[in-house]
């Protein structure tokens, strides 16, 4: 039978002097700022100025099986941060000639001999990603370290706020009292628990939506409080989901993603306690991790044109994804989780070709991105789910309102201003391929997204005259794919000096180029609104 929790009061240095510790492998890194530490100084300066004790909060412990060290389930950071100011003022002794002392200190608090392991061993293990760092300021090699690591970050405020209180070796008694204040005076909260998930559920009622945690935190704690016996697994397959995102932000943004793929709409803030909602059990903590994995290849697949998740569907959809990267569309991201989830693979892939042509359509005419087209997207992806839609005709209905018609479509594509040129390939490319389809077959046109071909701006940047022609020119009726080779030789020549060099393209908008005696400011107008006919076909609203 597991024992009850124990909760107690105790002080920071006396439980680096204590206890073996060490932050379990799933938690995250060492965080504090700049801002963090000095906050943290400038309080225990101020309870030492009033001789007063200074209480920091809760930490919350899973109690070790015999002879292992405790894990910190909360509290990461000011333990952390309690022993790199430790160090610091042991390194201070050193410098000024008090060896005992500073041997004295190492002994105590940071690394000493512990008869049950026979051997002489760290008190504070912190996470891999730290633990080097931690290392390197045991051994006194702070100067090893990265500049913008956090560990040194952290050690260089510690000794600047220690050297304004002890300048000189004769003032290093102030050093002492700043660790005596430490195991004497700075108070903790402890609740030590009979194990990890035990640990979780006490830290989830003490922390509900805590300050200093990001909303990935919360949700990996919840989750990992819920676990119970299903802990070993759980844990395991979210050190696998968030070894796949950078930033927790980025690792959040997918959960909510794939949240909203099954329940409709949720904003950030709102995530949390959805997800409360949804994982009641330890059994549903299993299942709903297990969704997480499978979800995050399809979301991953999505970014990745390249992905190997593509090459079993007989029709081609890479310009559909590079349009997902190049206009960065994310919030049909969660209508796509469902389908590639709910329909058989090639169903759902002929819905992202249709995804993307809408979601192009809707961008020109601002209707991607506002809080319409996410509530929008999301009701489509509930749908999918829940089997209410179940063909492209159903999300058609569903996301209506955010596909503009060919009228509305046109004429945002006309008056839609400069163009990035990364959009610009994409954008062309579609539109070659509509002018082509019907004609008589020309060369085969390259790769479009390849380095080899380039945006030439038919009226030159160099000789832009005027603010009328300043607005047209990085427009698309401007704008033309064309070989970098052939591109190479055009630098910045007059318009007549480069038609015979659009003739040699592979691309046939750019061939119709040169067919014109002239490249003014109505032509580039008169193209745009060619373009704009032909964008109608390119990306069709049905």
């Given at each position: 039978?597991?024992?009850e929790t124990e909760f107690g009061h105790d002080e920071l240095g006396h439980i680096l002097a204590d206890h073996l510790l060490q932050v379990p492998r799933f938690q995250r890194s060492y965080s504090w700022d700049k801002g963090n530490v000095e906050e943290f100084l400038?309080?225990?300066?101020?309870?030492?100025?009033?001789?007063?004790?200074?209480?920091?909060?809760?930490?919350?412990?899973?109690?070790?099986?015999?002879?292992?060290?405790?894990?910190?389930?909360?509290?990461?950071?000011?333990l952390a941060t309690t022993a790199i100011l430790i160090l610091a003022a042991r390194d201070l002794l050193v410098e000024y000639d008090k060896s005992e002392q500073a041997k004295k200190t190492t002994e105590r608090y940071l690394q000493g001999y512990v008869l049950s392991?026979?051997?002489?061993?760290?008190?504070?293990?912190?996470?891999?990603?730290?633990?080097?760092?931690?290392?390197?300021?045991?051994?006194?090699?702070?100067?090893?370290?990265?500049?913008?690591?956090?560990?040194?970050?952290?050690?260089?405020?510690?000794?600047?706020?220690?050297?304004?209180?002890?300048?000189?070796?004769?003032?290093?008694?102030?050093?002492?009292?700043?660790?005596?204040?430490?195991?004497?005076?700075?108070?903790?909260?402890?609740?030590?628990?009979?194990?990890?998930?035990?640990?979780?559920?006490?830290?989830?009622?003490?922390?509900?939506?805590?300050?200093?945690?990001?909303?990935?935190?919360?949700?990996?704690?919840?989750?990992?409080?819920?676990?119970?016996?299903?802990?070993?697994?759980?844990?395991?397959?979210?050190?696998?989901?968030?070894?796949?995102?950078?930033?927790?932000?980025?690792?959040?943004?997918?959960?909510?993603?794939?949240?909203?793929?099954?329940?409709?709409?949720?904003?950030?803030?709102?995530?949390?306690?959805?997800?409360?909602?949804?994982?009641?059990?330890?059994?549903?903590?299993?299942?709903?991790?297990?969704?997480?994995?499978?979800?995050?290849?399809?979301?991953?697949?999505?970014?990745?044109?390249?992905?190997?998740?593509?090459?079993?569907?007989?029709?081609?959809?890479?310009?559909?994804?590079?349009?997902?990267?190049?206009?960065?569309?994310?919030?049909?991201?969660?209508?796509?989780?469902?389908?590639?989830?709910?329909?058989?693979?090639?169903?759902?892939?002929?819905?992202?070709?249709?995804?993307?042509?809408?979601?192009?359509?809707?961008?020109?005419?601002?209707?991607?991105?506002?809080?319409?087209?996410?509530?929008?997207?999301?009701?489509?992806?509930?749908?999918?789910?829940?089997?209410?839609?179940?063909?492209?005709?159903?999300?058609?209905?569903?996301?209506?309102?955010?596909?503009?018609?060919?009228?509305?479509?046109?004429?945002?594509?006309?008056?839609?201003?400069?163009?990035?040129?990364?959009?610009?390939?994409?954008?062309?490319?579609?539109?070659?391929?509509?002018?082509?389809?019907?004609?008589?077959?020309?060369?085969?046109?390259?790769?479009?997204?390849?380095?080899?071909?380039?945006?030439?701006?038919?009226?030159?940047?160099?000789?832009?005259?005027?603010?009328?022609?300043?607005?047209?020119?990085?427009?698309?009726?401007?704008?033309?794919?064309?070989?970098?080779?052939?591109?190479?030789?055009?630098?910045?020549?007059?318009?007549?000096?480069?038609?015979?060099?659009?003739?040699?393209?592979?691309?046939?908008?750019?061939?119709?180029?040169?067919?014109?005696?002239?490249?003014?400011?109505?032509?580039?107008?008169?193209?745009?609104?060619?373009?704009?006919?032909?964008?109608?076909?390119?990306?069709?609203?049905?």
């Amino acid at each position: 039978m597991a024992q009850e929790t124990e909760f107690g009061h105790d002080e920071l240095g006396h439980i680096l002097a204590d206890h073996l510790l060490q932050v379990p492998r799933f938690q995250r890194s060492y965080s504090w700022d700049k801002g963090n530490v000095e906050e943290f100084l400038s309080d225990l300066a101020e309870a030492r100025r009033k001789d007063v004790s200074y209480f920091v909060g809760t930490v919350v412990f899973a109690d070790p099986k015999e002879g292992e060290r405790r894990d910190i389930v909360d509290g990461q950071q000011r333990l952390a941060t309690t022993a790199i100011l430790i160090l610091a003022a042991r390194d201070l002794l050193v410098e000024y000639d008090k060896s005992e002392q500073a041997k004295k200190t190492t002994e105590r608090y940071l690394q000493g001999y512990v008869l049950s392991e026979e051997s002489v061993m760290e008190r504070l293990i912190l996470s891999a990603r730290d633990q080097d760092s931690y290392d390197a300021l045991l051994a006194g090699k702070a100067d090893s370290l990265a500049e913008a690591d956090p560990i040194l970050t952290c050690y260089r405020i510690c000794r600047e706020h220690l050297l304004t209180l002890a300048p000189k070796a004769s003032d290093y008694k102030a050093l002492l009292e700043v660790i005596g204040q430490l195991e004497k005076q700075v108070q903790v909260l402890v609740a030590v628990a009979s194990d990890l998930p035990e640990a979780y559920v006490i830290f989830e009622t003490l922390n509900d939506r805590g300050a200093d945690l990001t909303t990935a935190d919360l949700l990996k704690n919840y989750l990992f409080s819920q676990a119970k016996a299903n802990f070993g697994y759980v844990e395991s397959k979210w050190m696998a989901l968030e070894a796949n995102f950078e930033r927790a932000d980025e690792l959040v943004k997918f959960i909510r993603h794939e949240y909203i793929s099954r329940h409709g709409p949720v904003t950030t803030r709102k995530l949390y306690r959805a997800i409360q909602g949804d994982i009641t059990s330890a059994a549903r903590a299993k299942t709903y991790v297990s969704e997480l994995v499978k979800a995050q290849a399809i979301y991953r697949a999505v970014k990745d044109p390249e992905s190997t998740y593509w090459n079993d569907l007989s029709f081609d959809v890479r310009d559909a994804l590079l349009a997902y990267r190049r206009f960065g569309f994310e919030s049909s991201l969660p209508v796509l989780i469902a389908a590639f989830r709910t329909w058989n693979k090639p169903n759902a892939g002929k819905l992202l070709l249709k995804l993307a042509k809408w979601s192009v359509r809707g961008q020109f005419a601002g209707r991607i991105g506002a809080s319409l087209s996410e509530d929008t997207f999301g009701e489509a992806a509930k749908a999918i789910s829940t089997k209410t839609v179940t063909n492209q005709t159903g999300v058609r209905k569903i996301l209506a309102p955010l596909i503009p018609t060919n009228t509305e479509f046109k004429n945002a594509f006309v008056s839609y201003g400069p163009v990035q040129v990364a959009r610009a390939k994409y954008l062309l490319a579609m539109l070659e391929r509509a002018y082509g389809e019907g004609k008589p077959t020309g060369p085969p046109m390259i790769d479009w997204s390849s380095k080899a071909v380039t945006i030439e701006h038919v009226l030159a940047k160099s000789a832009v005259k005027t603010d009328s022609e300043r607005a047209l020119v990085d427009t698309l009726g401007n704008l033309a794919l064309l070989e970098k080779k052939i591109n190479h030789d055009l630098g910045q020549k007059a318009f007549g000096a480069k038609v015979g060099s659009y003739q040699q393209s592979s691309f046939p908008l750019t061939v119709s180029l040169g067919t014109r005696s002239e490249w003014t400011e109505d032509q580039i107008t008169e193209r745009l609104h060619e373009l704009g006919d032909l964008a109608c076909l390119a990306w069709p609203a049905t």
